[in-house]
């Protein structure tokens, strides 16, 4: 079992770019998580996602970031127009689309982190 | 809103002693779950250990421990018999228990950053 498969791990881009950093969840998982974390601080919950539905983004910026989880396919979270307060290290966690025990512990990704120049 | 505070930016302990790590939280629910995560220097998340609120009895993964206290709202990480290996950043969190059709979202604490001196 692979585990949750980001990429890039590292990516840069100048201002006003497009990053898209993408996901692969955990075999046999549905349920797609985007955590932000910036320097010096804990993370913050983006965007909650199951194939090709967003159910929560209540931590997305209203603007330029976008996330989708479709039917075949990794997690695309995108950010258009990059600025550097977008520099951050971004991580992907996923859990089983069942109401199981295991389904309240999110296994994470080794993040991707973008430099914004 | 719930929030989880971790009010030791850093800690230092050497090796092969115990460190408890704090970590309190505020919420109103009844029903949730609270975590400790460890981040290494490789930025991975890994989770250390979990805690059911329903539960009364503290759990334990070999080395370490929680001390929950669920009507002070705390939720204590114990490491004992320290090693350099348990170096890293750590992160209380809370997540809600399931409600249907809702997120399950985690909200993490700042983290404490553990030094284990030799």
């Known amino acids: 079992n692979a585990g949750v498969m980001q990429n890039p791990r590292h990516l840069v881009r100048r201002r006003g770019q497009e990053a898209r950093l993408r996901c692969s969840p955990m075999k046999g998982h549905s349920h797609v998580y985007w955590y932000r974390q910036l320097p010096e601080e804990g993370l913050k919950f983006m965007v909650y996602l199951q194939k090709e539905n967003i159910i929560d983004e209540s931590g997305m910026p209203k603007e330029r970031f976008s996330a989708e989880f479709p039917k075949e396919g990794p997690s695309i979270l995108r950010i258009q127009q990059v600025v550097r307060g977008d520099s951050a290290a971004y991580f992907c966690?996923?859990?089983?689309?069942?109401?199981?025990?295991?389904?309240?512990?999110?296994?994470f990704g080794a993040g991707s982190r973008l430099t914004v120049l | 809103a719930q929030t989880v505070t971790q009010s030791q930016p850093e800690m230092s302990v050497q090796e092969a002693e115990t460190v408890t790590l704090s970590c309190t939280y505020d919420t109103s629910e009844s029903d949730y779950y609270l975590f400790w995560y460890k981040q290494p220097p490789s930025r991975q998340m890994i989770l250390v250990i979990r805690q059911e609120a329903y539960k009364q009895q503290n759990a334990t993964e070999n080395r370490f421990s929680v001390n929950f206290q669920k009507a002070a709202k705390s939720f204590s990480l114990k490491i004992s018999d320290s090693q350099l290996g348990d170096a890293a950043m750590y992160f209380c969190a809370y997540r809600r228990a399931f409600d249907w059709g809702a997120t399950n979202k985690l909200i993490f604490g700042t983290g404490t950053l553990l030094a284990v001196q030799p």
């Open positions: 966690a996923s859990s089983p689309g069942t109401e199981s025990s295991g389904a309240n512990v999110l296994t």
